[in-house]
């Protein structure tokens, strides 16, 4: 094992830790899953893929990205399988988390990148950074999303 590697990824976790952290814990894989098996599941690729990292966007659009990729191959794996001794959650959720987990799931449910996209937005980064992350400009950044708001909004008033 080459100990830069090890040195300078260990960095850049330090860096961005809280942040792979808070996307694993917003992002509610299903009950099965647990935050910190999706934490372990993205260090593993980021470790994995660490050598290809360029710096030709910032590192935090680096991870975000492979975080976010990786979250959605998870879940479409979780959602392939049947998982009949998932743990039910103890509490129900408040009339706020149920619209907030059916809007998460619109926008889960949207074709690719545009879903991607729409997280990146969610998660409060700007245009630029979208567009650096996704290798397009920041104006189809923005026709993406304003599409997709406008999907959305259509998609969560038919369901109520």
Known sequence: MDSNKEMAFNQLLARQRDMIWQLCQ???????????DAFQEV?????RDFEQFEG???EKTWV????????????RKISNKPQPDAPQP???PAPDWENY????????????????IVHAYLDGFDYHEIADMYNMS????AMRISRA?????????DLL
Do not use: C, H
């Open 26 to 36: 917003d992002f509610r894989l299903s009950a099965a899953w647990e935050v910190e």
């Open 149 to 157: 708001k406008k999907k959305l909004r259509k998609q969560y008033s």
């Open 90 to 92: 103890m509490d129900e």
């Open 56 to 58: 030709r966007s910032s």
């Open 138 to 141: 920041g104006s189809a950044v």
């Open 101 to 116: 987990n059916l809007l998460m799931q619109l926008v889960d449910n949207l074709r690719e990148p545009d879903n991607k």
């Open 43 to 47: 260090l593993i690729v980021l470790w």
């Open 64 to 75: 975000y990205r492979v975080t976010m990729t990786t979250l959605l191959m998870l879940k």
